[in-house]
């Protein structure tokens, strides 16, 4: 059994309802999960004791990619997530009518990367509310869980 924490930052609840998918998801294969909101955690260590980090995160820019508040506050400080060497991934609920399209999806998967994360998936971008029985949702859990 493996350990994953998920965290998001969601301000209408859709990246919320999200994680929370992805979150039963993976403790149905076997695992132990943690959700949390962004807003409750701080970011030195977040990571220790952690197999897996999957960040979650809406977008509120227009032409350019704005994070969702509370995760922006995270974002910030990312540097002391202690995410080097971790399995992780990113996912997000947004608008395709939007240019950038789940466009923070990228910007933290590009950061993960940066700091050394194994990504262990392309980012989950789900245009609107995510379902739980939606094709989309069920290969990308699958596609993590087979990471662990
Ligand atoms: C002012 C505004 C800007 C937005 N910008 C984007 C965007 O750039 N890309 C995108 O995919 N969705 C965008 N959205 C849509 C939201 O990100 C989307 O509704 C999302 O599911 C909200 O997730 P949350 O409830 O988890 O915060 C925007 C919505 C608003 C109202």
């Not at 050394?116 to 971008?125: F, M």
């Amino acid at each position: 059994m493996s350990k994953v924490l998920i965290v998001y930052g969601s301000t209408t609840g859709n990246t919320e309802a999200l994680a929370e998918i992805i979150g039963r998801g993976i403790s149905e294969a076997g695992h132990e999960t943690k959700v949390v909101n962004a807003a409750d955690v701080a970011a030195p260590g977040l990571c220790d004791g952690w197999d897996m980090a999957l960040f979650g995160c809406s977008a509120w820019g227009d032409d350019e990619v704005v994070l969702q508040d509370d995760f922006q506050a995270l974002y910030d400080e990312f540097d002391q997530i202690n995410v080097k060497g971790k399995k992780a991934a990113a996912f997000a609920t947004g608008d395709s009518n939007f240019t950038l399209f789940c466009g923070s999806v990228d910007v933290i998967q590009d950061r993960l990367e940066e700091l050394g994360a194994e990504i262990v998936a392309e980012g989950l971008k789900i245009d609107g509310q995510a379902q739980s029985d939606q094709p989309e949702v069920r290969d990308w859990i699958k596609k993590v869980v087979s990471a662990l």
